[in-house]
């Protein structure tokens, strides 16, 4: 596991290198550690690394690890994959952040089970950026209505959007996606982070405003095997 700590550590010395010549402060980029399909040693490896956010993409998944490790209260879980009705509980019960919000049904389910006691659930709108078929997110022009209808939600906010491109066009969706954030924030001057970039395509989502970026294999390397919920 000493790996993990390794990677870990490179991850935030390229990202600190990225942002010093693009200018940017390396702060305003959070390193999401994408944690779907590994075991608890290795998040543990990386927690004892340093690392305090962890993103799922199974519910299930993510209530027992949230569960297990539910001890180390710093940890900050991001629910990052496709989420069905029937499942929002969990989701509301553990996470702290929803990258993939694109339907107001699921906002609302959201809302009305996130505990007062906790703090309102962030969420993120996740766009089909690159018009894929078989792909989660809504298209670009179904944005501000969802993000209307989204603010009024008493136990969530809307804090920004969250797309993954097609491999072969990273670059034109990555600079749609800063025009979106930029034309989303005048509506909803909260809504200032933008999730993208993985392992393969971070330092050009990086450069395009990215204030979250998402990293499993660069981390935790090869995922060995992929769940379907
Ligand atoms: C799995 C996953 C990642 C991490 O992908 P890598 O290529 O392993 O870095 C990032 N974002 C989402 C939404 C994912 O499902």
Redesign the pocket.
């Given at each position: 596991m000493n790996n993990i700590a390794e990677q870990l550590n490179g991850a935030y010395h390229n990202i600190a290198e990225n942002c010093q010549k693009l200018g940017r402060d390396p702060a305003s980029v959070c390193l999401l550690a994408?944690s779907?399909t590994k075991p608890v040693a290795a998040l543990l490896a990386a927690y004892q690394a340093g690392q305090r956010q962890f993103?799922e993409?199974y519910p299930q998944e993510l209530q027992a690890k949230a569960t297990e490790m539910a001890a180390l209260t710093e940890l900050e879980w991001h629910f990052?994959?496709p989420l069905q009705s029937n499942k929002t509980r969990l989701v509301a019960e553990h996470a702290s952040w929803v990258h993939s919000i694109d339907r107001l049904k699921i906002a609302e389910r959201l809302s009305a089970q996130r505990s007062s006691a906790l703090p309102p659930l962030q969420l993120l709108l996740q766009i089909n950026i690159s018009n894929e078929q078989s792909k989660a997110g809504i298209h670009p022009d179904e944005l501000p209505a969802l993000a209307a209808a989204i603010a009024t939600l008493p136990h969530v906010q809307l804090r920004g959007l969250m797309a993954?491109p097609a491999p072969d066009d990273s670059e034109r969706a990555f600079a749609l996606m800063a025009q979106l954030s930029k034309s989303l924030q005048q509506q909803h001057p909260g809504a200032t982070e933008l999730s993208m970039g993985?392992?393969?395509d971070w330092p050009l989502a990086l450069q395009y405003g990215a204030t979250m970026i998402?990293?499993?294999?660069?981390i935790f390397g090869a995922r060995t095997y992929e769940r379907n919920e």
């Open positions: 994408v779907k993103g993409n990052i994959g993954i993985m392992s393969d998402r990293l499993g294999t660069a």
